[in-house]
């Protein structure tokens, strides 16, 4: 039987397969891609990104007071946009 996860942008259910499993490491929230990290994890569908970002689900995803740095995923995200836009150029 497959675990079912909560994405915490859209609030719909998948399996660990569908969704990306992020961690807090030292004040950061970054993706653990093998998803073995201890301690607490969110699950957000990739697409569900800027979302999670936008709605601060991680601050209450990991149980926090305030936000926690999510820079490195809004470069990331910034970076898929450019190439995107690269694309349909």
Same mark, same amino acid.
């Given at each position: 039987?497959?675990?079912?996860? !909560?994405?915490?942008?859209?609030?719909?259910?998948?399996?660990?397969?569908? @969704?990306? +499993?992020?961690?807090?490491?030292?004040?950061?929230? *970054?993706? /653990?891609?093998?998803?073995?990290?201890?301690?607490?994890? =969110?699950?957000?569908? +990739?697409?569900?990104?800027?979302?999670? *970002? /936008?709605?601060?689900?991680?601050?209450?995803?990991?149980? @926090? !007071? !305030?936000?926690?740095?999510?820079?490195? @995923?809004?470069?990331?995200?910034?970076?898929?946009?450019? =190439?995107? /836009?690269?694309?349909?150029?």
């Amino acid at each position: 039987m497959n675990p079912i996860r !909560s994405c915490i942008g859209c609030r719909k259910t998948g399996g660990p397969s569908e @969704l990306m +499993r992020m961690v807090l490491v030292d004040g950061k929230v *970054i993706f /653990d891609q093998p998803q073995i990290a201890p301690g607490r994890g =969110a699950w957000v569908h +990739r697409k569900c990104l800027k979302l999670a *970002i /936008d709605r601060q689900a991680f601050k209450w995803a990991f149980r @926090l !007071s !305030s936000m926690p740095d999510v820079t490195d @995923l809004q470069k990331e995200l910034l970076t898929e946009m450019d =190439a995107k /836009d690269m694309k349909l150029k």
